[in-house]
């Protein structure tokens, strides 16, 4: 019996792919851990959290850093995620030279509904591991906010974050790097639908 191994991809060979034409625009799929994973679709909730959630960010973050958009973010761990939202510091290139390393990323968002297993499991230890200071959640099957922060390895070498708070639709939180800016979830959170 012959076992087979999945292909293990680095970020050079990654990037070559996409140089060559491997990948089709509008392919959705991204780098994690060495392998080319294809990303789930997203639903109407996603689509209007995810624009609400720009909205206001955009106009509390100002010129305070960069707002990216499902834009590749790059690990160390041969990784090219891309999350639905990053704060990023600002750089006078704008990443034209390279994507975003962990060290520039201020805070990651990711938006979930039928990708809530993947996020918490897999993202979640992913950006803990690179040191990314605070992971948000938008778990949209709860109708909640999982807000983590302080990246930490655990004793059985895993990686996770020290705290998580849960923040409902009605409340608002300040945006870690910046804790004069309130953000106001009844602004973020899309309408159910009946």
């Known amino acids: 019996m012959t076992l087979t191994t999945a292909k293990r991809f680095s970020l050079d060979e990654y990037h070559q792919l996409t140089d060559l034409g ?5 392919d959705r799929i991204e780098l994690v851990r060495g392998e080319i994973i294809s990303m789930a679709a997203k639903g109407r909730a996603h689509e209007t959290c995810n624009r609400r959630l720009s909205r206001e960010l955009s106009a509390l973050l100002g010129n305070l850093a ?5 834009a590749p973010i790059t690990i160390p761990t041969d990784g090219e995620p891309e999350p ?8 006078p290139d704008d990443y034209l030279a390279a994507h975003p390393l962990p060290a520039d990323i201020l805070l ?21 591991e690179a040191q990314i200071p605070d992971y948000w959640l938008f778990n949209l099957s709860d ?12 004793l059985n070498g895993q990686f ?6 849960i923040v409902l639709p ?12 309130i953000l106001d979830l009844s602004k973020v959170f899309p309408g159910r639908v009946k």
């Open 143 to 154: 109708y909640v906010l999982e807000a983590y922060a302080e990246p930490l390895r655990k």
């Open 22 to 26: 491997f990948f089709k625009p509008g």
């Open 108 to 128: 990651v968002i990711e938006i979930a509904d039928s990708s809530l297993t993947y996020d918490r499991e897999t993202k979640l230890p992913l950006y803990a």
């Open 84 to 91: 639905d939202l990053a704060i990023v510091r600002n750089r």
């Open 160 to 165: 996770d974050y020290r705290t998580k708070r």
């Open 170 to 181: 009605a409340e608002a939180l300040a945006l870690p790097p910046f804790p004069s800016l």
């Open 66 to 70: 960069t707002l990216q958009h499902q």
